[in-house]
């Protein structure tokens, strides 16, 4: 296991113009550290990812495993991926189809003519540390997805290397055995603390997965934190909406105070504590409730009235999409009994949209672009 330190990394593809994706990013990742690298496509996880394997040559910066320096621009230091002693998990899993099972699994041990280790049963005891013992003289072809990942996440480990590397290996799995997966990836971890980086832009797994979590914005990063701090305390518009916060209602101060959509917002501070006359709220989908349009809303919240333009069953919970003063909210309304009212939900109905401004999340800037770089005020609820 390695201490890891990324510093100053930045990486340009020629072109015309040059494309730069990964900009003056720092990282250190503690041994046995869990560390996710979470964005959507084009944000520069992959790159980053490919750096620290040696698969790509950053343009700038530097990275060392423990005290020893893997990449140094400024001195030309570029270790191939083979000197680098890290383990690869593929998200095509990448095994080699006419070698058995227990071959692949041997194969980073045989490359780095480690002996002594393919004879004391390395290859076995790591096999049965991912549940495919049973496996080692079959083919990938006569393999699952989930078995051909837990024998390439095998590849990965046997050589006990400083860093484990994952690009995306869920995402080709379904989704039940994806949850499987990723279940016993997280207690396989606790059981070894190895290094790790992972890669994916799917939340649920950052969340599951995460000691930390990098979430990464045009190969910068906006916040590095816990999952829990990165879930319940986003620091800009742009990381709350990426980790769940997908409902965005535009607010502005007037002389009566905060309103959303024309109506008083209950609960925001009034003066001093805010700069600006702008801003914008971000609420996840289970924050929002949705009533009748004469049914009393809770003490302390806050009222918008709107019409339905989708409403979906999803078992037990209905996705009810609101449009409110142009705004498409989502929200996740439970079904209630056979003969719930939620169930009876079409298009154009009217009804009201109601929260509690202590579930939201507020941003300064003009209510049209993220407020990238603000810290986020957590409005506090006021008796109505």
Not at 23 to 51: A, Y
Not at 204 to 220: H, K
Not at 247 to 268: F, I, K, M, S, Y
């Amino acid at each position: 296991m390695s201490h890891i330190r990324v510093t100053g990394l930045g990486k340009t593809f020629p072109g015309k113009p040059p494309v730069t994706v990964v900009k003056d990013l720092d990282l250190e990742v503690e041994q046995g550290e869990f560390l996710v690298l979470l964005g959507p496509s084009g944000c520069g996880k992959t790159t980053t990812l490919r750096c620290l394997a040696g698969l790509e040559s950053p343009t700038e910066g530097s990275i060392t495993f423990a005290n020893r320096t893997v990449f140094d621009a400024a001195r030309r230091v570029d270790v191939p991926p083979n000197k680098r002693n890290i383990g690869m998990v593929f998200q095509s899993y990448a095994l080699w189809p006419h070698m058995t099972v227990r071959r692949n699994i041997g194969y980073p041990l045989k490359v780095r003519g480690r002996k002594q280790e393919l004879s004391e049963g390395w290859v076995e005891k790591t096999a049965a540390l991912v549940d495919c013992g049973a496996l080692l003289d079959r083919y990938p072809g006569q393999l699952s997805g989930g078995q051909q990942q837990r024998v390439a996440l095998a590849r990965g480990l046997v050589a006990r290397p400083d860093l484990v590397l994952f690009d995306e290996p869920l995402s080709n799995l379904d989704a039940r055995l994806r949850d499987s997966v990723r279940a016993e990836l997280h207690e396989l971890h606790r059981r070894l603390r190895y290094t790790a980086v992972f890669v994916t832009h799917d939340q649920s797994e950052a969340l599951a997965l995460g000691d930390r979590l990098a979430i990464m914005n045009a190969g910068r990063i906006e916040q590095y934190d816990t999952p829990q701090r990165v879930f319940e305390q986003p620091r800009t518009e742009y990381v709350a909406a990426f980790i769940g916060m997908a409902n965005r209602l535009p607010v502005e101060r007037g002389h009566e105070g905060w309103t959303c959509a024309g109506a008083p917002l209950v609960g925001l501070p009034g003066d001093g504590t805010i700069d600006g006359d702008r801003g914008a709220l971000r609420l996840r989908s289970d924050d929002l409730l949705v009533l009748r349009p004469n049914e009393p809303a809770p003490a302390g919240a806050t009222v918008l009235r709107g019409s339905v333009a989708d409403a979906e069953y999803g078992g037990r919970h209905m996705d009810v999409v609101v449009v409110v003063a142009g705004q498409r909210l989502h929200a996740r309304v439970p079904c209630g009994g056979s003969d719930g009212w939620a169930r009876q939900l079409v298009a154009n109905d009217a009804v009201q949209v109601a929260f509690m401004t202590s579930d939201a999340r507020f941003y300064e800037g003009s209510g049209t672009a993220p407020a990238v770089g603000a810290d986020p005020v957590t409005p506090q609820p006021v008796q109505a």
